[in-house]
């Protein structure tokens, strides 16, 4: 063991020299007890305070204190001799002698603690360090004097045995509760002493002693830090322990009491001033420059003393009146080497502190030393590989961490300076050489620069020209991060850099906007999970908390969005947001709809929390908002679950406030009662809450609000009760675009919102055939049996009140009609009452039988064929004449049906539609059709189309109800306006016969009309009326004849079809 050779035989002559005088001497005994005693014996015997000082007052009051100890500590073989039966020294001694042996006692077995902390046995050593702490906690006195004595009485002992004593001593003091006058320069006195000492353990020993006096600092720091000036300001330049001691002191605020920081500070720009005069002394200086070049033994920490004197240089640069003894010192500093990241850190502060009285000469510093050929060589235009010299190649990065210096030390003069330094910044961003040093160091001067302009009272009102710039540099910094890593700060000290800029004057255009929230957005929620985030950073030496740094990312992306909103509370902000969270939303991977929902989340819950949209102003969009959340409602994981429900509870309370002129009441069911109400059918809006409910402790949090305790299916409809006509349409529209998905659970789930939206809500929407035409687009690509069965019964819903918008929407893609297409008529007729009413305005869409233009004015056809719908209506009876849904109704419109079908057939050959061409041959062009040849045809000199070819074209609300080219209208139909289709007049059948007298000149006989109209085994006369309102006949429950139904006689004879008067047609 080291240095034993001195220690022993001096504790040996110690302990003969004083055993004869025990009893009258303590210190003797104490000595003796220490040399032969057991070091288990304070496990018996109690510890009391000691001082031997006679005029101690606080030896009785801690005499009975114990100090325990551990039961598994090993046997000595050591004994100590005077442990004896207390009850037995009771009776002997007096109680005051009891005491003193106790006293003595335990001194002894600390002095012998003290002089184990030689061993070599690191496990022994640890003990004993822990054993001589617990009982300092007890009798820290007892303790101090002990070691003050052992220090006294072996002057000889080893540097390593002294550094040992030293850890004990400091942490001594600092268990403490206060510290005697005394033991304060005894103790300091053996500090300085000691701090300057080389010995072979170097610098160790040094702080070791150093330690010793901050531990004193807690205590008295005014009189540690007058003895520090007394040695700073000989004149020498200091030694590295005094400014270690100091830069601890100046870094370390639990060493202070509350408000004693800022005294400290202001003593050392004291002591910086009076240090002024060292200068121009070239000694001083040049041990400085020595000092603050030293390499340091890692290149991740910075030793305190080396850390401290670059503040203590700044202040006294700050201090110097002269400005080119500044300018001097500073630019002999930035000649230094660049090299190490906290020398770069080092020398930008200097430059700072000395800014706050010399800013433009410093700014001139920076000017020339941007300009000059070492810099140049850092810059990426003239960086020549193989011949990078390490002193600078980041010398751009400690120009860059200067400005941001200068920044924060400029305080209240920031504002006209704020554009030139971000125009350097953004220069040497550009054009130096990229890695991971410049990285850092822009961002550092970036936070350095928004933070000091955010504290000026006036930034405000001020116009600042270089924040577009400044940004585009942030977003090329966030693109070129690794797209499947996260082991740095930088994304998050990104997103405050970009929610201190959005603050400023001029605000952001909206395209710039877009671009910072599509590229912040996607920098984090593109992230892979955090399992394969931890895998790409276990090989580093110290691997970063994966989770810990996603989690402080994804706050500071929470509240950038947040400063948007802040700095534009209205809706279409809060709308602008949201649409760029849409889109991660509806992303295909499970982390990413998570992150995006949280951060969702969190934008409502802050905006419900905090009032900071105006309540007059109404929301833009809100139901994609709603739909986007119901259906995230049903999304498999379950985060996103109670995150999506959380959100729309967020989202009801948001909505209350906005419009609270409204009655807002939730009544909160019962599972019970929930359950019921879902008995009697399907649930139309059910993503599992009751079944799949997780256990408790993983349940979300919710306020005290009713509507948190509601299942999701009955949020939803809570919410939809208050949403206006415009953004029910909007729910529509998302759900409806929901069905387009890959994911089979977003299709379902778009398919259960539409459901229910048009369940609750479907009689007062709007714009309905174009809901019905998004409906057959995305019908087809719709893979989930059950969630194309639910849109179908969407539909089904929808006719009941708007089957006239329907019939006309399916009409346009029915020809050719396709199985998506029929599928969504047998929809819109799956009920009866529905289906009749289908069948009939798909007969009033047959009868129109516009002419079309060519064949008027001899101009070629439009674009837009009118036709097209009546042959739609052809083509769409054609099959629906065989569903299921229409039979009943097909079979009781089967005459009217047959007559108006009979009829298209002419109008149709009459279009003369073109054919596809023969093998071999080309497409002849298509014959403009010719009223002129079915107006020869008719016989009569009257055209099918009546009088269109002669009169102007009638609004179909005014069209003349012709037949066989009459001008008369039918009595055997009543007139009802507004049954049809754009408001037209409905023809309502009676089914009676033709009255003579409403027919044009020359009536017609039943043979005529046979032979003009119809095929050659029947003869009948088509009515022109309009059957809209009730489409089927229900008058006669008996079929008049064909001949009948020809003449309006019914007691004419047999017609041409060979049925008698009175009986059935055959042919029908």
Excluded at 363 to 386: D, H, M, R, Y
Excluded at 779 to 791: E, F, I, T, W
Aim: glycine content about 4%; proline content about 6%.
């Amino acid at each position: 063991m080291d240095g034993q050779h001195s220690e022993k035989p001096h504790s040996h002559t110690t302990a003969d020299r004083m055993s004869s005088t025990t009893s009258q001497n303590p210190r003797s005994a104490q000595r003796q007890a220490g040399t032969c005693g057991n070091p288990e014996g304070d496990a018996r015997c109690p510890t009391s305070h000691r001082i031997f000082s006679p005029v101690s007052r606080s030896t009785k009051d801690l005499s009975y204190m114990k100090v325990p100890a551990p039961r598994d500590r090993q046997t000595h073989p050591t004994t100590i001799l005077l442990c004896k039966s207390q009850s037995s020294q009771a009776a002997l001694v007096p109680k005051e002698h009891k005491m003193f042996m106790e006293e003595a006692y335990n001194a002894a077995i600390c002095f012998k603690m003290l002089r184990d902390l030689n061993s070599s046995d690191t496990l022994r050593l640890k003990y004993i360090i822990k054993k001589i702490k617990n009982m300092a906690y007890g009798a820290p006195n007892l303790v101090l004097e002990t070691i003050h004595d052992y220090f006294v009485d072996n002057p000889e002992i080893s540097s390593r045995h002294k550094f040992r004593l030293f850890h004990v001593l400091e942490a001594v003091i600092e268990s403490s509760d206060s510290l005697e006058e005394a033991w304060e320069k005894s103790f300091m006195q053996l500090a300085l002493e000691n701090m300057t000492k080389s010995t072979e353990l170097e610098e160790a020993y040094q702080d070791a002693a150093s330690n010793v006096l901050l531990a004193i600092c807690r205590h008295s720091w005014r009189v540690v830090a007058q003895h520090l000036e007394t040695e700073v300001l000989t004149g020498v330049f200091p030694h590295r322990s005094l400014l270690y001691v100091m830069g601890i002191l100046t870094s370390t605020e639990a060493i202070f009491k509350q408000g004693d920081k800022a005294c400290w500070e202001e003593h050392l720009a004291q002591m910086a001033v009076k240090s002024v005069q060292f200068l121009n002394t070239d000694a001083w200086h040049k041990a400085l420059l020595l000092a603050l070049t030293k390499p340091d033994q890692t290149c991740q920490e910075q030793p305190p003393e080396k850390a401290f004197l670059f503040i203590y240089y700044g202040l006294i640069l700050q201090a110097e009146d002269n400005s080119t003894t500044v300018r001097a010192h500073l630019r002999s500093l930035l000649d230094t080497s660049h090299q190490w990241p906290k020398q770069r850190e080092g020398i930008a502060l200097t430059m700072g502190l000395a800014a706050v009285r010399h800013l433009d000469h410093v700014w001139a510093v920076l000017e020339q030393f941007g300009q000059s050929t070492p810099i140049k060589w850092s810059l990426q235009s003239f960086c020549l590989q193989n011949s990078e010299d390490p002193r600078w190649k980041w010398a751009s990065s400690t120009v860059l961490l200067a400005y941001g210096q200068v920044a924060a030390r400029a305080k209240a003069h920031i504002l006209p300076w704020a554009d030139n330094i971000l125009s350097r910044m953004v220069f040497y961003f550009h054009y130096s050489s990229w890695d991971e040093t410049l990285k850092q160091s822009f961002l550092t001067a970036v936070l350095m620069l928004v933070g000091a302009i955010s504290r000026n009272e006036g930034a405000h009102s001020y116009e600042f020209a270089q924040i577009s710039e400044l940004l585009e540099c942030l977003m090329v910094l966030l693109e070129k991060e690794p797209r499947d890593t996260l082991c740095t700060s930088t994304r998050q000290q990104a997103f405050y850099i970009v929610a201190s800029l959005c603050k400023l004057r001029p605000p952001l255009d909206l395209e710039r906007k877009s671009r910072v929230l599509s590229v912040c957005l996607h920098s984090v929620l593109a992230l892979p999970l955090l399992d394969v985030l931890e895998k790409h950073t276990c090989l580093f030496l110290e691997p970063p908390n994966v989770q810990t740094l996603y989690n402080k990312t994804a706050e500071a992306l929470d509240q950038m969005l947040q400063s948007f909103i802040i700095q534009n509370p209205t809706t279409d902000e809060l709308h602008f947001l949201l649409s760029h969270l849409y889109l991660w939303l509806a992303s295909e991977k499970a982390h990413e709809r998570q992150r995006a929902m949280h951060s969702c989340v969190a934008l409502l819950r802050f905006l419900s929390q905090n009032p900071y949209l105006d309540p007059k102003e109404d929301f833009k969009r809100i139901g994609q908002l709603v739909c986007m959340l119901g259906i995230l409602c049903q999304d498999p994981d379950r985060a996103t679950q109670h995150s999506s429900l959380e959100g729309v509870g967020h989202l009801y309370q948001l909505l209350r406030c906005q419009r609270a002129t409204e009655t807002w009441k939730v009544e909160v069911q019962t599972p019970e009662q929930l359950s019921q109400a879902h008995g009697d059918e399907a649930p139309v809006w059910s993503c599992g809450d009751q079944k799949t409910a997780p256990p408790a402790s993983q349940e979300p949090v919710f306020p005290k609000d009713g509507v948190f305790q509601l299942s999701s299916s009955q949020v939803i409809k809570e919410v939809m009760k208050h949403l206006t006509v415009a953004e029910l349409t909007d729910v529509l529209w998302t759900a409806i675009e929901g069905l387009g998905s890959t994911s089979p659970f977003r299709v379902q789930a778009a398919a259960d919102m539409l459901l229910t939206t048009i369940k609750e809500h479907g009689a007062n929407l709007e714009t309905v055939a174009n809901l019905g035409r998004a409906i057959h687009l995305q019908l087809c690509s719709v893979r989930v049996p059950q969630a194309k069965a639910d849109v179908l019964r969407a539909v089904t819903l929808l006719a009941r009140s708007h089957t006239p918008e329907l019939v006309a929407t399916f009409l346009d893609f029915s020809i050719p009609l396709d199985s998506h297409a029929f599928r969504l008529w047998r929809a819109l007729g799956a009920e009866q009452p529905v289906s009749r009413l289908v069948l009939a305005m798909l007969l009033d869409w047959l009868r129109e039988r516009p002419l079309p233009a060519g064949a008027r004015n001899g101009s070629p056809q439009p674009k837009d064929q009118p036709w097209l719908r009546s042959l739609a209506a052809m083509s769409t009876l054609h099959e629906l004449q065989f569903a299921r849904e229409f039979q009943k109704a097909v079979r009781e419109a089967h005459p009217e049906l047959l007559l108006a079908l009979l009829t298209q057939l002419h109008y149709v050959l009459e279009l003369n539609l073109p054919e596809g061409p023969r093998p071999g041959q080309e497409a002849p062009e298509t014959a403009t059709p010719s009223p002129q040849r079915y107006r020869q045809g008719l016989g009569r000199g009257q055209s099918f189309w009546g009088t269109h070819d002669s009169t102007p074209e009638r609004p179909r609300g005014q069209r003349s109800h012709q037949h066989g080219g009459t001008q008369g209208r039918c009595r055997a139909c009543v007139h009802t306006p507004g049954g049809a289709p754009g408001g037209r007049n409905t023809c309502r059948p009676v089914w009676t016969s033709w009255d003579s007298a409403s027919r044009s000149p020359g009536t017609w006989s039943s043979q005529e009309f046979c032979e003009t109209m119809l095929p050659p085994r029947c003869a009948r006369k088509e009515t022109k009326a309009q059957r809209r309102s009730e489409p089927f006949p229900e008058t006669h429950s008996t079929p008049m004849s064909c001949e009948a139904r020809v003449s309006g006689t019914a007691g004419r004879p047999r017609g041409h079809c060979g049925v008698p008067p009175g009986s059935p047609c055959a042919w029908l």
